[in-house]
């Protein structure tokens, strides 16, 4: 914890954001286009674009800007748009707390190597501070500890910005996108990728990518598979793939060991949010981001998260609309408009579903669902219905309602890998809202 | 007569393709839910294409490798000679997103541009 001390140096803006990858540079090209005049976009890289710089390849911005475009020429769009802009980017700048001086001030400590410590103290703040990976020690894979295993969005970073190679003969587990686009990058590079291995009886990538990525290039995909030893001294050597039974646990007998040099990791993401918390922004336990309603805005009044830092996103176009909405929204908040309520309903996530963003909703309107399932299912329905039991442990008769479906919507198959929005009308939600009535609801995916 | 099975990755229902070729030609098709399957099918079949990333070198203050991509798809089998040809050139900033850092050539039938602006 790093005690905020008044003497620090001081900087004033109406508009801080901080992040600058798609998320950030959204959020303040469309703050400027609405009039407002002194924004800060704090960065702690040397460079704008956040993660897209080292996702050069293509399929990016298909929806916004009609077009497959690389990853760098997504950022640079809006760095070129920003930069005609007068919108102050500090980068080389790392935000470490953030704190409210009074009702209608937010104070972001920051700290870089000319200024040392400064404050800056901003009317609202967006924060886009996009994801991290998970890393070895979260999956605890049993063996030596030898040089050779990384995280793919480290060895994405290696190939393409650094530009070296982290060996030659390479196995990759899970087969999230990530994954997926590195098989390739590496096959690319002349390296010898032996597979790539994932615990789940299905990819979590999207189909697209398997046959671009993997059946181009011959790389063989092992479902139900995992790594169940890593072995080397110093360097890696081999490891062990073992093939996994329903219940996800290793099956004796099944151990297999593959020689190689490289271990790639690609075993998702989770959003960035240690700043948040100084801050004593609550965390959805599922999207591991802030919890927010349908303006973006955190538990604290104007604090908005928007891009990965509130949940992992597929498509940056999504970071990009979601950014925007963010940014009208402290507008609007800068301008009185946004004004703290009760919440109407609170969302909950049912069978098979991992995730809905917003958490809870406080004003009467069309409503935006952000939905991910848990597993694939082909001929689905999207359901809303009330949980009937108020706080889970009040079990009184009286606050005991029943369980109605509220909403309902067909799928016509939804996949782990893709975002599900569900639109619900103004009118629709009212009639949700209404049956609610103060309850929390939940929502479910099933096969109709 | 040749039967060729392919996933259909026009959108992300990915459909599971039965074609059927014939003299040079899809004499029929199976498996497909819309008229993209088949349009995909086409091209998958007798001119697969592919946009081609990668990065090259480049002399900056900045950066030491510049993201750059094919302007138009490629045909899949000519992406590993394009890349040979990349591995040999080095450019210098300033670049400019779009600038051309390899002209079409009898080997790289499509012209290779710098995926970023590097001031310096
Ligand atoms: C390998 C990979 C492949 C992908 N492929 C695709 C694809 O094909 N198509 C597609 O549409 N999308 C794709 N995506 C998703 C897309 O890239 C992301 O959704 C998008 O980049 C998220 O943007 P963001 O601004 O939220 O986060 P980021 O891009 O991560 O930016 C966050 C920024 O915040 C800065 N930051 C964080 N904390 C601090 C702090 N305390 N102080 C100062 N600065 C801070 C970071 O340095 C960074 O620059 C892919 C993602 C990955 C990782």
């Given at each position: 914890m790093i005690l905020i001390d008044k003497e620090h140096t001081n900087k004033e803006c109406s508009l801080a954001i901080v992040g600058g990858g798609p998320a950030g540079l959204s959020a303040a090209a469309r703050a400027w286009e609405l009039g407002i005049k002194d924004i800060m976009i704090i960065e702690r890289e040397p460079y704008l674009g956040g993660i897209l710089p080292q996702c050069i390849h293509s399929g990016f911005g298909t929806r916004i800007f009609n077009e497959e475009l690389t990853g760098p020429e997504y950022a640079q769009r809006f760095i070129d748009l920003v930069k005609k802009t007068k919108i102050k980017i500090i980068k080389n700048t790392f935000a470490l707390s953030i704190d409210k001086a009074s009702k209608r001030k937010i104070r972001i400590l920051t700290t870089n190597k000319y200024e040392g410590l400064v404050n800056i103290n901003a009317k609202s703040l967006v924060l886009a501070t996009g994801c991290r990976e998970r890393t070895r020690g979260q999956i605890l894979i049993p063996g030596n500890r030898p040089a050779g295993v990384f995280t793919a969005g480290f060895i994405q970073r290696l190939v393409n910005i650094e530009g070296y190679l982290p060996g030659k003969k390479i196995v990759i587990l899970g087969s999230g996108d990530i994954g997926l686009i590195m098989a390739r990058r590496l096959k690319l590079e002349g390296c010898d990728v032996q597979g790539v291995f994932e615990l789940m009886p299905f990819s979590t990538g999207l189909?697209?990518?398997?046959?671009?990525?993997?059946?181009?290039?011959?790389?063989?995909?092992?479902?139900?598979?995992?790594?169940?030893?890593?072995?080397?001294?110093?360097?890696?050597?081999?490891?062990?793939?073992?093939?996994?039974?329903?219940?996800?646990?290793?099956?004796?007998?099944?151990?297999?060991?593959?020689?190689?040099?490289?271990?790639?990791?690609?075993?998702?993401?989770?959003?960035?949010?240690?700043?948040?918390?100084?801050?004593?922004?609550?965390?959805?336990?599922?999207?591991?981001?802030?919890?927010?309603?349908?303006?973006?805005?955190?538990?604290?009044?104007?604090?908005?998260?928007?891009?990965?830092?509130?949940?992992?996103?597929?498509?940056?176009?999504?970071?990009?609309?979601?950014?925007?909405?963010?940014?009208?929204?402290?507008?609007?908040?800068?301008n009185g408009k946004i004004i703290s309520r009760n919440i109407l309903v609170r969302i909950l996530p049912g069978e098979n579903i991992a995730q809905i963003i917003p958490q809870k909703i406080y004003s009467l309107g069309n409503v935006s669902l952000w939905v991910?399932?848990?597993?694939?299912?082909?001929?689905?329905?999207?359901?809303?219905?009330?949980?009937?039991?108020?706080?889970?442990?009040?079990?009184?008769?009286?606050?005991?309602?029943?369980?109605?479906?509220?909403?309902s919507k067909k799928l016509r198959f939804v996949f782990p890998g893709e975002l599900i929005k569900i639109n619900i009308a103004k009118d629709d939600f009212k009639d949700i809202a209404d049956a609610a009535n103060g309850f929390d609801i939940k929502a479910l995916l099933r096969i109709k | 007569m040749e039967n060729k099975k392919l996933t259909c990755i026009s959108c992300p229902e990915g459909c599971i393709l039965d074609a059927v070729i014939d003299d040079c030609r899809i004499s029929s098709i199976s498996g497909n839910k819309c008229k993209k399957g088949l349009v995909f099918a086409e091209t998958e079949i007798f001119n697969p294409t592919r946009i081609l990333t990668t990065t090259i070198r480049i002399d900056s203050e900045d950066y030491s490798r510049l993201p750059v991509r094919s302007s138009v798809a490629v045909p899949k089998n000519d992406i590993f000679t394009i890349i040979s040809e990349l591995k040999k050139i080095k450019v210098k900033a300033p670049i400019k997103m779009g600038d051309i850092v390899l002209k079409k050539s009898s080997s790289a039938k499509t012209a290779i541009i710098a995926s970023m602006s590097i001031e310096k």
């Open positions: 189909k697209r990518n398997i046959v671009q990525c993997l059946d181009d290039y011959d790389i063989p995909l092992y479902l139900s598979h995992t790594v169940t030893k890593i072995e080397g001294r110093g360097s890696l050597s081999s490891v062990i793939i073992s093939r996994v039974d329903n219940k996800l646990k290793p099956i004796k007998g099944t151990e297999r060991k593959i020689k190689c040099d490289t271990l790639l990791l690609s075993v998702g993401l989770i959003p960035e949010n240690e700043l948040a918390k100084t801050a004593g922004i609550l965390i959805d336990a599922n999207t591991q981001g802030p919890e927010v309603d349908e303006n973006f805005q955190t538990n604290i009044d104007g604090i908005f998260s928007c891009g990965n830092s509130l949940f992992v996103n597929d498509l940056v176009d999504n970071v990009t609309d979601d950014a925007f909405l963010a940014a009208e929204k402290a507008f609007a908040y800068m991910r399932a848990k597993i694939p299912l082909k001929n689905a329905v999207f359901e809303i219905f009330t949980e009937n039991i108020r706080d889970g442990f009040d079990k009184k008769p009286d606050n005991i309602i029943e369980n109605k479906i509220l909403f | -």
